[in-house]
């Protein structure tokens, strides 16, 4: 008997655009606004109200610390791998230095292995994009 799973993931992408660096507006500098990536992921389709409560918390952390959200990942996702559709608008954004940071609520949201996890930080790092887990706020 095959056990069939319907995973689904909803995107939602902000326009982008990259002001890095100080912008200066009449001899005046002005204050770079930081970007951020919202992503959240659950690992069973049943634990909607966990992934609302996520992209909620982290809603509210990116406008408490006046961060423009860049784009926000809700998805349903077993957290395995580098290469699921869900993850590669937030890679591209990360590669293209579209945001500053990336905002979950806990590293394990982002994946579930060591090995895929630190792989996904060191592109951060090559890229100077940090990695904010509210878990550890």
């Not at 890679?91 to 230095?97: P, V």
């Not at 994009?129 to 550890?136: P, R």
């Amino acid at each position: 008997l095959m056990k069939f799973i319907n995973w689904f993931f909803i995107i939602q992408i902000a326009n982008f655009y990259s002001p890095h660096g100080d912008k200066s507006e009449g001899g005046i500098k002005m204050k770079k606004q930081i970007n951020v990536w919202i992503y959240c992921r659950i690992s069973e389709p049943d634990n909607i109200e966990v992934l609302n409560l996520q992209a909620n918390r982290l809603s509210k952390y990116a406008k408490k610390n006046n961060y423009s959200i860049i784009g926000l990942t809700k998805v349903v996702d077993d957290g395995t791998s580098l290469h699921t559709l869900s993850i590669k608008p937030l890679l591209s954004a990360i590669k293209e230095n579209t945001i500053d940071f990336v905002l979950v609520y806990s590293n394990k949201r982002l994946l579930i292995s060591d090995d895929l996890l630190e792989e996904f930080e060191i592109l951060c790092e090559i890229h100077d994009v940090k990695i904010i887990a509210l878990q550890h706020e």
